[in-house]
């Protein structure tokens, strides 16, 4: 969190953070080392290890050039250079589970001897978020940031703009996941690139260059993500389309495995976005469902094992969707007569889950 000034008050930004933790959830802490003004390390609650360390210089402005090189930091923060010309000073806030901490040294430790870090689950990751978030807003109450970078997507948020970001109520959300954009913006075709969804399936989105605009790409990323999260959420299979209840959108998502230097993507690829007359060319139309329970014939393999397999997968598929409240159908590319099989199914849940409520697969 960085300031345009010295700060003097970090021990009473401790004790307010303890007593109104201690307040909402009853948690206790310990001070076990302290560097008064400057260091406190907290341990209690639900094993929770919290550190604040105050600098009295600037923040290394080497540290956030990867953020500076992204246009989303632009938008979100017109003024991002002159801002960190005038740092003073800033505070480092970590938040981790169990005594040992959570250092790459210790996390490389713990990986060479096949032992999980402790807090390594998703419930435990989404709660350490949502307490770094609310560490921030209160040291932003006591003293007002001229941004805060929030180092998990490597985003730079103003600080003045933080407590809107961090009082959102799902996870995750757009501090979670930093949008990095491509493409090319004259012709009007701009793709996303995610940094930080691999922090919670696994994988990072991509969607490529695109007419549609790239707001509406980037919430149904976030929309993937938090079904995908959600109590019996499930990643989209391979192949697979997803949309909302309306049917007012469609989404293909395809799995790519990690290359050289990089991690495993899932691409969501547009087929229809009714509201902007968006229909891609293998968009399959909704008259081409057919009852999966009960197959045509002629739309089904031949062979009895592959016919047997597909008609399973799509009832463990279905089982799948119905967990989260959704629906699932199958559409066929033609009406029988050509010979095509049937498309890669896709899923419609009942409302309820975000803005736009996706249908998807367990993460494996």
């Known amino acids: 969190m960085l300031f345009d000034r010295p700060l003097s008050n970090l021990e009473t930004i401790v004790r307010d953070f303890m007593r109104i933790e201690g307040a909402r959830t009853g948690a206790q802490f310990n001070v076990p080392e302290s560097r008064p003004g400057s260091f406190y390390r907290l341990y209690g609650g639900d094993s ?17 050039q990867p953020a500076l090189r992204s246009t989303i930091t632009g938008i979100v923060c017109p003024d991002v250079r002159q801002r960190l010309m005038r740092n003073k000073s800033h505070i480092l806030i970590n938040v981790s589970h169990g005594v040992l901490g959570n250092s790459p040294e210790l996390m490389a430790l713990m990986a060479s001897i096949g032992r999980e870090m402790e807090g390594h689950s998703l419930p435990q990751f989404v709660d350490r978020l949502a307490m770094c978030a609310m560490i921030a807003r209160i040291v932003c109450e006591h003293a007002p940031a001229q941004a805060v970078h929030w180092t998990q997507s490597d985003q730079i948020v103003p600080g003045d703009k933080f407590d809107v970001y961090a009082a959102v109520g799902t996870v995750p959300s757009p ?62 299979p391979d192949g697979d389309t997803f949309g909302p209840e309306d049917r007012s959108l469609s989404y293909r998502v395809l799995h790519r495995e990690a290359g050289a230097d990089d991690v495993p993507l899932c691409e969501l690829r547009p087929l229809l976005f009714r509201e902007y007359g968006f229909v891609a060319d293998d968009y399959v139309p909704l008259d081409r469902v057919i009852n999966d329970r009960a197959p045509p014939p002629e739309l089904m393999p031949e062979d009895d094992e592959d016919k047997m397999e597909l008609v399973n997968e799509w009832r463990e598929k279905r089982a799948l969707a119905e967990a989260i409240g959704g629906r699932f159908e199958v559409r066929a590319r033609d ?23 996706v249908f998807g697969r367990r993460k494996a």
């Open 175 to 236: 501090l979670h996941i930093h949008p990095y954009l491509f493409g090319d913006a004259q012709s009007g075709k701009v793709g996303i690139r995610t940094f930080g969804a691999r922090h919670f399936i696994g994988r990072e989105i991509i969607v490529e260059p695109s007419v549609l605009p790239w707001a509406v790409n980037y919430e149904t990323i976030l929309t993937f993500l938090r079904v995908a999260t959600i109590k019996d959420g499930y990643v989209i």
């Open 48 to 64: 929770w290890m919290i550190t604040f360390e105050y600098l009295d210089h600037p923040a290394d402005i080497e540290v956030f």
């Open 335 to 357: 009406s029988g007569d050509g010979g095509t099989p049937p498309a890669r199914p896709g899923g419609l849940p009942a409302p309820g889950f975000g803005n736009r409520p």
